[in-house]
């Protein structure tokens, strides 16, 4: 009979000290068995050990890695590897330990740290650095950079410019890098005033600013465009194909139908943007005829069938798999697959045959999911409606096609959707109300206007619908005991909570640190918050409060959905795992040829890890080619005032959203008043040394545009606003050789005007 014990038992084989420094010698590397050696233990007595380290784990002491190690909570090593990988509610950088795979204590970079030495690009998010790390008495940690990695051959994105003396200079693009390089010798004539160069640093001088050898000149850098092509040459965007990929493209034939099912004579049709060209969804629905589930519906979800075009281990594929995902810029798509495939021979486009990967699925009248059945199937898309075309259809507002399939098609869709909303409501997911920008670009790659994206319930039905599909998919291949790469969502970090927790009672909410996150406590917050002067910030800072979702063979759920299991199958032009989630349920459930390969099973991790790093790249490039086109967009209104909200503040400034672009601009501390302004990192506000009056965080400010870089994609702005009155505090800043002294919080005085 096996003896439960506790590490702080006498009769135990050891004590909790000596599995506790066991653990600390593994460094988050030693497994049960490697504990059981490192301590000596055979027999019964590794059973105990099992039962003292789940003590140890739920008492919060260790924490059991994914690669089931321990490693001890919080501990980490004066210095480590880190990754920047966000921003908090103030715009402090956060870190996290690139070996550590467990909740990390909150890490900050030091003020000043991501600055960039001279000739460098500072650090931003996605960086990797060296760094010692430095304990505070709460327990968070400071990062100092000891140096960046993988910089090397690092490149560099720069305008050439030429000085009133002909001298040259190359300005970085990368508005957190603050030095100029110079050209090396022979290099000028390469490059004219305003050209975009990538560079490369061609020596270490130790004395004034360095040099750098021109590798490519990418284009110019006042040309309306200039924001796409700085975007994806700064983040490494591969573009175009190489020529094995185009040989193959070339080389393929139109699939058959073959002993596919035949999905012609259902009316499934595509629900995209008015301006989609690739279009890799069909959908239909209808009553069940079921007896047994009456009320209930049938919905059935095309998908392209990519993985009968694109061969494992092939060119195409090596190529898709090395762009992860398609890029979309405010002027351009940077496509994953060449345009012959993904806008025509892989596209559910209307009126023709082609090729799908499908889903049939049964729910009740409640949304229930009763059953799915997957098919390699034939369709033709009955036709292509844009969001708006389909919702003015149903509003009584429908004009042309969509009329005309109003009452056989799209109505049954919205009577499905109607029953899945339902079920949606009962398992509540993360409701966060944010606003999508959109970019009107004119035929000369200039901006015509920056607009909010409508939300219609036609969006809201593709997506569940879309969600359902995912779910149908990981589902499917657990059935199969299948490995695949899942969409994952971890619940957020608490270091996250907690910041969020100190937040909330700034704006007169409130939450118990007793109380685990739930997306139904989120929700909670913001239907409080809602129709108040604070909503848009609540959902700001809510937002921000969340983990980002990944792709991982390990399925921990998805928080922010609320489900247990779930895949990315419904993009397959545009997404490498969804290519593989394809792959990986024709060999499951035998559906023909192009199956998962044995190889590609065996690298699903690897993948996951690739796509996303890519889709995170893909990311950061479209968010800098929006903030250089708006940036554009705003340069011949400088001197103007528009309405903002503080979405930001920080030791050296207050972050500014505008209410008309969405952009967001910087306001420095040294413009905020004839005062010092201190950083209250636990009310998110800037503070009046003297007279206590407060910048905060939510805010609503009134700005003027001081500056605004294209090339950069910043904006300087200026607070017009007063600030809310406060109270003086006891204890004030007194100027002292040009400086402030710190308060007793430790606060530093800001810059003065």
């Given at each position: ?98 070996k550590l795979d467990h909740d990390a204590p909150v890490i900050r970079l030091a003020p000043g740290e991501g600055a960039g030495k001279r000739g460098e690009s500072a650090a931003g998010i996605g960086d990797k650095v060296l760094a010692r790390l430095e304990r505070e008495p709460d327990g968070s940690y400071t990062a100092r950079i000891i140096k960046k990695l993988g910089r090397s051959a690092h490149r560099i994105l720069c305008v050439f410019r030429v000085g009133d003396r002909g001298g040259a200079r190359l300005v970085p693009v990368d508005r957190r890098s603050k030095h100029e390089l110079i050209p090396v010798r022979g290099e000028g004539p390469q490059a004219k005033e305003g050209d975009l160069v990538m560079v490369r640093l061609s020596s270490e001088r130790r004395h004034g600013l360095k040099t750098a050898v021109i590798d490519e000149i990418v284009g110019d850098a006042a040309s309306p465009r200039a924001g796409s092509v700085i975007a994806l040459a700064e983040h490494g965007i591969p573009q175009g ?513």
């Open positions: 009979m096996t003896r439960k014990t506790d590490p702080d038992d006498t009769s135990s084989p050891f004590t909790r000290e000596a599995l506790i420094e066991a653990i600390k010698l593994g460094e988050g590397r030693f497994s049960k068995r490697e504990l059981a050696r490192a301590l000596n233990l055979k027999g019964d007595d590794r059973i105990l050990l099992k039962e003292a380290l789940k003590t140890l784990e739920e008492d919060g002491t260790i924490v059991r890695t994914r690669d089931k190690t321990y490693a001890l909570r919080g501990g980490l090593p004066p210095v480590t590897v880190l990754e920047i990988v966000d921003r908090d509610v103030d715009g402090e950088m956060l870190c996290r330990p690139v194909f190489a020529e094995p990929e185009e040989a193959e493209v070339k080389a393929i034939r139109p699939v058959k139908m073959g002993d596919r099912e035949d999905l012609t004579g259902i009316p499934l049709i595509t629900i995209d943007p008015a301006d989609a060209k690739d279009h890799d969804d069909a959908v239909w629905a209808a009553p069940d005829d079921d007896p047994k589930n009456d009320g209930g519906w049938v919905v059935i979800v095309a998908i392209a069938d990519v993985a009968a075009y694109v061969q494992g281990g092939a060119a195409l594929d090596r190529g898709a798999r090395k762009r992860g995902v398609s890029v979309y810029l405010p002027d351009r798509v940077v496509p994953m697959l060449p345009e012959r495939l993904s806008n025509d021979l892989c596209s559910l486009r209307e009126g023709e045959e082609r090729p799908c990967l499908a889903v049939r699925m049964v729910f009740d009248k409640s949304g229930n999911k009763r059953g799915h059945r997957f098919i390699r199937g034939w369709m033709r898309s009955a036709a292509k409606l844009s969001y708006n075309e389909a919702q003015d259809a149903i509003d009584g507002k429908g004009t042309g096609k969509a009329e005309t399939l109003k009452k056989d098609v799209l109505e049954p869709l919205w009577g499905a959707y109607a029953a899945l909303k339902a079920a949606r409501d009962r398992r509540e997911p993360l409701e966060i109300d944010s606003p999508e920008r959109k970019i009107r670009i004119g035929e000369d790659g200039s901006v015509i206007a920056v607009e909010t994206r409508e939300r219609f319930d036609a969006h809201k039905l593709i997506e569940e619908m879309m969600i359902q599909a995912n779910v149908a998919a990981a589902e499917a291949l657990e059935e199969k005991k299948t490995p695949l790469i899942y969409r994952v969502h971890d619940e957020p970090g608490s270091e996250k909570i907690d910041s969020l927790v100190s937040f909330l009672p700034t704006v007169g909410l409130k939450w118990s640190r007793a109380e685990r996150p739930t997306p139904s406590r989120f929700n909670h917050v913001l239907k409080q918050a809602r129709g108040g002067e604070h909503y848009a910030t609540v959902n700001e800072v809510v937002l921000r409060s969340q983990s980002q979702a990944v792709y991982d063979t390990n399925n921990i759920g998805h928080f922010g959905l609320n489900l247990a299991k779930y895949a990315h199958f419904t993009s397959p032009i545009r997404r490498y795992a969804d290519l593989t989630v394809h792959r990986a349920l024709i060999r499951a459930w035998r559906l023909g040829a192009n199956g998962q390969t044995d190889e590609e099973r065996a690298q699903l991790q690897a993948i996951a890890e690739e796509t996303t790093s890519n889709e995170r790249r893909a990311m950061a490039a479209e968010r800098d080619a929006t903030d250089r086109f708006i940036a554009a967009f705003l340069a011949d209104r400088i001197g103007g005032e528009f309405t903002g909200r503080i979405t930001g503040v920080t030791r050296f400034g207050a972050f500014v959203r505008l209410d008309e672009t969405g952009a967001d601009g910087i306001c420095p501390i040294s413009g905020l008043g004839n005062e010092y302004f201190v950083h209250d990192e636990a009310a998110h506000a800037l503070v009046g040394e003297r007279s206590g009056d407060t910048y905060r965080l939510g805010m609503a400010v009134r700005v003027k545009l001081l500056e605004a870089a294209p090339v950069t994609g910043g904006l300087v702005l200026e607070i017009i606003s007063q600030p809310e009155q406060g109270r003086a505090p006891k204890s004030r800043f007194r100027k002292k050789g040009g400086r402030g002294r710190p308060d007793r919080a430790g606060h530093k005085p800001s810059h003065r005007r």
